[in-house]
């Protein structure tokens, strides 16, 4: 039998660097998590100055981060505010509209990634037509001019 461990022979001593490694983006509690959740994540790229995707909703909650660029980020009820690289940002999904994703500068691209978390069988996303978004707009906050 050998005295020395499996799980280190030929390896450098395990070091505490773990202990400090982790920096903590965003907590959130979402209102809820679709009951057997499907959970996906992907990345998103604009190029410069595109508007995104048009206003849509998810059916669960969505957490993501600006991995390059600067986001243009606004969810219903919400002011609309930038998010740039190394930042995250996370929207509740269910009934909440969610605005404006799109590239906050006409000068370099964005990227963002983003974990949603949707109810079986049903789309990442769905679109809400301009006639849902006439009738909910007493719910969007004010814009900047």
Not at 35 to 62: L, N
Not at 117 to 126: Q, V, Y
Not at 131 to 138: G, I, K, P, Y
């Amino acid at each position: 039998m050998s005295d020395s461990d499996p799980t280190t022979t030929g390896r450098k001593p395990r070091s505490t660097a773990w202990q400090t490694a982790i920096t903590t983006l965003q907590e959130a509690e979402p209102p809820f998590i679709p009951a057997g959740a499907h959970v996906m994540t992907i990345v998103v790229e604009f190029p410069p100055g595109d508007p995104g995707t048009p206003p849509h909703r998810h059916t669960g909650p969505a957490f993501g981060y600006v991995l390059e660029g600067e986001m243009l980020f606004e969810l219903e009820g919400e002011p609309e505010r930038a998010v740039r690289a190394g930042e995250a940002f996370w929207e509740p999904g269910g009934d909440v509209i969610h605005y404006q994703d799109g590239n906050n500068r006409d000068d370099v691209p964005l990227r963002f990634t983003v974990t949603m978390m949707c109810e079986p069988g049903k789309p990442m996303l769905t679109l809400v037509d301009e006639e849902e978004l006439a009738r909910r707009r007493d719910r969007r906050a004010p814009r900047r001019s």
